[in-house]
Every structure is written in C-alpha cells, then in structure tokens.
C-alpha cells in the first residue's frame, strides 16, 4: 500500500481529500502544518507528500526545503488556491524533490488522478521524469494564458 502525506491547514480541505485517497486504497498520513509535515517524513515511511502553500508554524516552501534535505527520494507536490506564476517557480525552486503545483480548486477525482500519475511516473521514470512533465504543462498553460 502506498502512503500519502497531505499537510493543509484547512481541515475540510484536508479532510475530504484524504478520504478519497483512502478510498482509492492509499494510506494517508495528515498534517495540520508544515513542521508536522516533516515530523511525520521523519517517523513514517512516506511515497508522496503534498503540501499546501500557506500554513501555521512553517511554510509549505520551507517544509519542501526541509523534506528534500532528509528524504531527497520523495516526491513533493503542492496544492494551493497561490497560482501566481511567482509562487509556482517558487515551489519548484525550493527543492528538487517537487515534481508538480495543482491550483485550487481541483476535483477529488482529478487529484487522485494525478497521485496515480506521478507516483507511476516517479517509480518507473524518476522525480526528474515528473518535474520536466510537470514544468512543461505550467509552460504551456502559460503560453495559452
């Protein structure tokens, strides 16, 4: 079974979310923040974590920062209603273990979709393989914008 860490600061965000990811057969660690984030990396063997932009305590950037340090082989992926193109390059330039930046709002179904995807992606590609993907979309949105 594959194990998801989703830190958001709202709880029926992160609540919804994690269900539904239970649902799909993921286990689902939750943080209410970023420090907790990283705790929980640091105690539980974790395959994904997503993180939410702004929280109490610690920045998703900064627990980004501090989970690619300690664990530089998982994936990190940010969910955020922050879609400014400043605040997306943020996110990618925080570490290289951040594979993706999903703008709010995002249907369960299409968050889902894209766990599976970048996990697939990760496991037979590599992180690299999931950021390129990743970057390129955000540049071609960008284009279309």
């Known amino acids: 079974m594959l194990t998801v860490l989703y830190?958001?600061?709202d709880r029926d965000c992160r609540e919804l979310f994690a269900f539904?990811?239970?649902?799909?057969?993921?286990r689902v660690y939750e943080a209410l923040n970023g420090a907790q984030a990283v705790q929980i990396v640091r105690d539980e063997p974790i395959d994904l974590?997503?993180?939410?932009?702004?929280?109490?305590m610690m920045t998703g950037y900064?627990?980004?920062?501090?989970?690619?340090?300690?664990a530089p082989h998982i994936p990190v992926m940010f969910l955020s209603a922050k879609g400014l193109q400043r605040e997306?390059?943020?996110?990618?330039?925080?570490?290289?273990?951040?594979?993706d930046y999903l703008v709010k709002p995002v249907?369960?179904?299409q968050l889902v979709r894209r766990v599976d995807q970048v996990l697939q992606v990760a496991r037979t590609q590599g992180?690299?393989?999931?950021?390129r993907e990743s970057l390129s979309r955000e540049e071609l949105a960008l284009v279309q914008r």
């Open 7 to 9: 830190a958001e600061d």
């Open 88 to 99: 997306v390059q943020k996110a990618f330039d925080c570490a290289q273990a951040v594979v």
């Open 20 to 26: 539904v990811l239970r649902q799909q057969g993921y």
């Open 107 to 109: 249907s369960p179904a």
């Open 127 to 131: 992180l690299e393989a999931v950021r």
């Open 49 to 56: 974590v997503i993180l939410d932009v702004r929280m109490p």
């Open 62 to 70: 900064d627990a980004a920062r501090m989970i690619s340090q300690e």
